[in-house]
């Protein structure tokens, strides 16, 4: 059974870095192929891809944000990090991540069910 | 950097009628076109990838068609389950690795 929880902080200052764990099972992200991904929703706004990281360590980010954004894997511990530096009010939203495995189905087939993160001082 | 654009925004429909929502490429994507459905609350859940091919469980109500730029999700007769916002999603060559969305058409109970 795939199952993935991110954990993280409910309420960030701004400036401040945002760290954001996804801790996964029933997949190992030594598969080849193998993908997890982060998304975003603000409040009342459109889903926003943000990151991606492979199972060879290839990472992906999403043009606007890429000076920011930064993600790794903890294969031992079937974990992916997500940090955000410098966060803003704007970064406040839901964080999801989910798997993509690019010999599967073509899409993010399994997601966690988010974490909601506000950016306010 | 492709961008989707869906439409319409908002989709104003009954129970057992049929809903068409569009989603259009600023480039070619192939066929590497994903939708999901998202209710409040819950994690979005994959309908369809590669533009036609529905995901594991899902009711054969929903189809999916179109290739290159335009691209359309179909709900033969909509469930009051089916109410909900729906994205599509690209994982074209370019930019690498990028896997961008859709801003959404919500479908809501008229």
């Known amino acids: 059974q795939v199952t993935l929880r991110e954990s993280g902080p409910a309420l960030v200052k701004p400036t401040q870095t945002l760290t954001l764990t996804c801790t996964f099972s029933g997949f190992s992200l030594t598969t080849s192929g193998m993908c997890v991904t982060w998304i975003r929703q603000p409040p009342g706004k459109a889903l926003e891809w943000l990151a991606r990281?492979?199972?060879?360590?290839?990472?992906y980010y999403i043009t606007s944000l890429k000076t920011r954004l930064t993600i790794s894997k903890d294969t031992s511990k079937n974990q992916v990090v997500l940090t955000l530096t410098n966060v803003d009010p704007v970064d406040s939203a839901t964080y999801y991540c989910?798997?993509?495995?690019?010999?599967?189905?073509?899409?993010?087939?399994?997601w966690g069910q988010g974490t909601l993160v506000t950016v306010s001082s | 950097e492709i961008v989707l654009t869906q439409f319409p925004a908002t989709l104003s429909l009954s129970p057992g009628e049929r809903a068409s929502l569009s989603c259009r490429a600023s480039q070619s994507v192939s066929n590497y076109l994903n939708w999901y459905q998202h209710k409040p609350g819950q994690a979005p859940r994959l309908l369809i990838y590669d533009a036609s091919i529905r995901a594991t469980g899902i009711p054969a109500r929903f189809s999916g068609s179109g290739s290159g730029t335009d691209f359309t999700l179909t709900i033969s007769s909509l469930e009051p389950e089916d109410f909900a916002v729906y994205y599509c999603q690209q994982r074209a060559k370019w930019p690498p690795g990028a896997l961008t969305f859709g801003g959404g058409t919500k479908v809501e109970i008229k």
């Open positions: 990281i492979d199972s060879n360590d290839d990472k």
């Open positions: 989910a798997r993509f495995y690019t010999y599967g189905p073509g899409g993010f087939d399994y």
